[in-house]
């Protein structure tokens, strides 16, 4: 029988309990590099400071109000949106049990949000990005919604998991049948830095935790500008990357991960909004809970995971944010 979420939470706070304070954190315990090509000792570039772009009077939630699933905006990941109903029903519809790791979470966000909006539903469509094997498509073909999964072949030197060829690389059984993920489903290889003109256009647009990946800061908010040119007017676009946590200046900047600031982010949304488009007002609340203090090292727990230190130097954690189209 699973455990309950209280359970689990009770026994993670035991675990992590006395362990001694670095900082804003402990640490205790660094993914592996998610997957994508990445060399042992990245080079590391003076990551550039983007200008301070003017932002909407709304463009960052209120300090006092913590980030939620009830009603999400453009949000960080915190420990107690692992507590709320809305993450319990969307676990069980993914059929993975309750973990507190901000992958999971990356994926409860983006349904969350689509179902917020609408869009998980018979006749809407979506285009994702970058893939992998994640079991968010065959939710959306068992809501009714027609998708198109995309990603690059996978790496040699990567994480199997991360890279597809196969529209079977996202049917997970249980979630749906073969014959409603067949229907609903399929697969084209597409080249997240090179997007083609012929996608066509959709009802909304998503990818988890990918845009980090595509070679720098740049190349991450260069496909997120483009990518808009795939959805419909009033379309959603829900994106996942890395929020670096720690440092407003310095920054992890190379081929294979970047980590973005709060001002890359800023930046990013007022890019965004000059294309005429909405950018959520984003919620960089970090949570003040027993797990929201800890950082993970390796080798990683996989059920103590919503921050975590990369290359030995740099503590990140999910940020997600979404995109009204115009």
């Not at 592996?32 to 932002?55: A, C, D, M, Y």
């Not at 027609?146 to 049917?171: H, L, R």
Request: some cysteine; aromatic content about 10%.
């Amino acid at each position: 029988m699973v455990e309950s979420m209280k359970t689990q939470l009770k026994k993670i706070v035991r675990m992590t309990a006395g362990l001694p304070v670095i900082g804003p954190f402990v640490r205790f315990g660094v993914e592996v590099i998610r997957g994508r090509k990445f060399s042992s000792s990245p080079q590391e570039f003076k990551s550039p400071q983007f200008p301070k772009l003017p932002q909407t009077p709304d463009a960052i939630v209120s300090a006092d109000v913590p980030p939620t699933l009830e009603t999400v905006s453009s949000q960080a990941c915190t420990a107690s949106q692992f507590k709320e109903p809305t993450y319990i029903r969307l676990c069980a519809e993914i059929k993975q049990d309750l973990l507190f790791h901000r992958k999971q979470w990356e994926y409860i966000y983006i349904l969350r949000a689509l179902e917020q909006y609408g869009m998980m539903q018979l006749g809407k469509s979506g285009l994702g990005f970058g893939c992998g094997k994640e079991p968010l498509a065959a939710v959306m073909a068992k809501r009714g919604a027609n998708v198109i999964c995309t990603d690059i072949e996978p790496i040699d030197k990567g994480d199997a998991y991360w890279g597809s060829t196969n529209v079977k690389d996202y049917f997970y059984e249980g979630i749906c049948s073969w014959e409603q993920f067949e229907k609903h489903v399929s697969f084209r290889p597409v080249n997240m830095n090179a997007i083609p003109n012929d996608l066509g256009i959709y009802d909304f647009i998503w990818s988890s935790c990918a845009l980090e990946h595509l070679g720098s800061l740049n190349h991450g908010i260069d496909f997120v500008l483009d990518a808009n040119k795939c959805l419909k007017p009033g379309g959603i676009a829900v994106h996942t990357t890395e929020l670096n946590v720690e440092s407003e200046s310095e920054t992890l900047e190379s081929d294979g991960l970047s980590l973005y600031r709060k001002n890359d982010i800023l930046y990013m949304k007022a890019l965004v909004e000059a294309q005429g488009n909405t950018f959520l007002p984003i919620n960089f609340d970090m949570g003040d809970g027993e797990l929201d203090k800890y950082v993970d090292l390796p080798p990683y727990n996989h059920n103590k995971h919503l921050k975590l230190m990369v290359a030995e130097k740099y503590v990140t954690t999910s940020i997600g944010f979404i995109i009204i189209k115009r």
